[in-house]
């Protein structure tokens, strides 16, 4: 099981939006980041480092902006609306297609042979169990999860949770935007007890690769990816929309921020907090994490 693409545009731009604040009409088939790696995305900026990304992002068919930045996205060929306040317009978008379900995952349901569900475990009718899937006590599977076979899964395990991102309205109250996606835990993981696996924000799954292993009470936040035969050691946090290439090792109690790539076979020591890209095959400690010998040497020189 891998990420889903979306390749068709589904949606008119100027059905959603004002005529007046469209610059450039256009369609866009989901919503999603300036990261996305979604065909056919349209997505939000509020400054100019992020419309930037946007603008050179292939996968980005549309961008809502403030109207200072528009000329910004002349020639690029994207869709484009102006807002004064981007982020607000595109959550509200956002609110109204996950209401009509026309942002939430296209997949089929169903428990494969073999299965050992226990009885206090909540599994909910529109997830997907491949064969032999253990789940252990009071664990739940909420909508759009698909779990490989041979997953574990321990207990009081949750997967599928709704992360926290909260929209501010114009009279200050605050709006909890519930999340569109869905989690994929591909075959013989193992989920230990206690661990919390948010589904994604967007249409698409937080993504957890072949043969890795997640510790006790581990957190992993929304739209996070996580390769192939990795381990997260307990009690780490994996913040939203971050990347752990294959075979990275997580030391209990880490924590990486949001949006990082941890590159192949890189380990980050215990209590280590990853504030920046990780070089594959590299070895971080500290906190803030650098480099493991460089650490190790000022400690021992009493620098730190």
Known sequence: MIPRHDHAHRFNISDHFAAEDIVQDGGFATLDEVDTITLGSLVYCQALHY???????PNVS???CPPALVDELTGTGKAIVAAEDPRRAFFELYLRLKASGDILPQMTYGIGEGCNIHPSAVVSPKAKLGKRVVVGAHSVIEDYCEL?????????????????????????RL???????????????QILSGAVIAKSL??????????????IMTNIGHGAYVGEACVISGNSVIAGRSRLEDRVWVGTSASIAQG????????????????????????????????????MARYLKGTV
Do not use: W, Y
């Open 148 to 172: 490989g076979d041979d997953v574990e899964i321990g207990a009081n395990v949750i997967i599928g949770a709704e992360g926290l991102l909260t929209l501010r309205q114009a009279d200050g």
């Open 260 to 295: 990082l790539v941890v590159g192949r076979g890189a380990q980050i020591k215990m209590g280590a907090v990853v504030v920046a890209d990780v070089p594959a095959g590299a070895v971080m400690s500290g906190n803030f994490a650098v480099n493991h010998r460089v650490n």
């Open 175 to 189: 709006v909890r935007v519930g999340h569109a996606g869905g989690v994929t835990i591909s075959e013989g993981c």
């Open 202 to 215: 967007f249409r698409g799954f937080t993504f957890i690769g072949p043969h890795s292993q997640v510790g």
């Open 51 to 57: 419309l930037l990304k946007a603008a050179n992002n």
């Open 62 to 64: 549309a961008v809502v």
